[in-house]
């Protein structure tokens, strides 16, 4: 893993989109590219145009990278005192912030330091690193404005598939140890649940375990979302899985890599989400965010039938 270093200009962001999804007003990110290394991910394809790619001579589609700021907190710590309209701060919308190369410098840790000690905000931590529990005794000084959150992108059965796609995050067990602990410790907590990869972690069991792990844990909320088909991170998830051997899980993947099953895949997995959410918690909880761009007719009139728990995103928004 080849680590860079590039000095970043912003502290804490706006953010409307993630606004939009209900999950922060604000973003942190420690640098432009994550070492947990994930196929799927969409970082490089946000962040493309960045200078910070060119200047470390990096592909910003490529792997076994990372591009990190270890001074982001420095700038953190100046626009947490200036901002003056406080909110939600998520750490991190584009990076993670408990990732290896982050971890170096304990960027999860003091960014949430320069955060908490002014007033007015509140943060929401995401990560698939179960490293963050070493900074759970900060977060116990101000457990009421700090939301514990450790993606979950399949259950503990199949976690060998999943370090052939998210090879430098923590395993999913320790993810969800962190978790646990989390919530023994009395900390705020919420569920995120995805990409829900076809083969992998869309069959109902497997959400049924997931959702019910997630209420056990005390989720103040549950966010689900379906994998992107845009860009080539379902490519790259195939070629792995061919690669490795996970031939009937690759087949899955290029699958859904056609518009129309990837639509019938999503309304599914939504059919699925909303079934256990139901079961096992209060689908009022439940935010299972959707572009409805993709969606064909058919299946954008299915889900709108039943669209409990839908956070309906992007330009087709429906506001009925
Ligand atoms: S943890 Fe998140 S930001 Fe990091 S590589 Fe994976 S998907 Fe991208």
Redesign the pocket.
């Known amino acids: 893993m080849r680590v860079h270093q590039y000095p970043l200009k912003t502290g804490i962001s706006r953010t409307p989109e993630f606004e939009k999804k209900g999950l922060a007003t604000h973003a942190v990110n420690v640098g432009t590219k ?1 070492g ?3 196929l799927y ?1 969409s ?1 490089g394809a946000v962040l493309r145009m960045h200078p910070s790619f060119c200047a470390c001579g990096e592909n910003p589609f490529a792997f076994d990278y990372a591009i990190v700021d270890p001074n982001t907190p420095d700038r953190v710590a100046q626009d947490a005192a200036r901002i003056q309209e406080r909110g939600l701060v998520q750490v991190c919308t ?3 912030a408990w ?1 290896p190369e982050a971890q170096e410098h304990q960027l999860g840790r003091r960014c949430l330091e320069a955060i908490l000690c002014q007033p007015g905000w509140t943060v929401r931590i995401l990560t ?1 690193n179960g490293a963050v529990a070493g900074d759970f005794d900060l977060i116990e000084r101000y457990r009421d404005r700090v939301l514990v959150g450790l993606r979950l992108t399949g259950t503990p059965d199949e976690e060998e598939i999943l370090k052939v796609i ?1 090879p430098y ?1 923590s395993p999913i067990r320790e993810r969800m140890v962190a978790l646990c602990e989390a919530h023994a410790r009395g900390l705020r907590t919420y569920g995120m649940l995805c990409p829900f990869l076809p083969g992998i972690a869309d069959d109902p069991e497997q959400i049924d375990e997931l959702v019910r792990f997630a209420c056990e844990c005390g989720a103040e909320e549950i966010f689900a979302e379906a994998v992107n088909r845009r860009g080539r991170g379902l490519i790259l998830v195939q070629e792995a899985l061919a690669e490795h051997g996970y031939h009937p899980q690759a087949q899955a993947i290029a699958t859904i890599r056609n518009r129309v099953r990837w639509s019938r895949y999503i309304v599914d997995v939504i059919n699925r989400v909303q079934h256990s959410v139901r079961q096992f918690h209060d689908i009022g909880k439940l935010r299972f965010l959707l572009y409805p761009g993709d969606l064909t007719p058919e299946d954008l009139v299915r889900v709108r039938k039943d669209d409990a728990g839908v956070v309906w995103l992007g330009k087709k928004q429906i506001t009925e």
Do not use: M, Q, R, V
Request: hydrophobic residues 25%; glycine residues 8%.
């Open positions: 994550c947990h290394g994930c991910c970082t584009l990076t993670d990732a698939k998210e995050a």
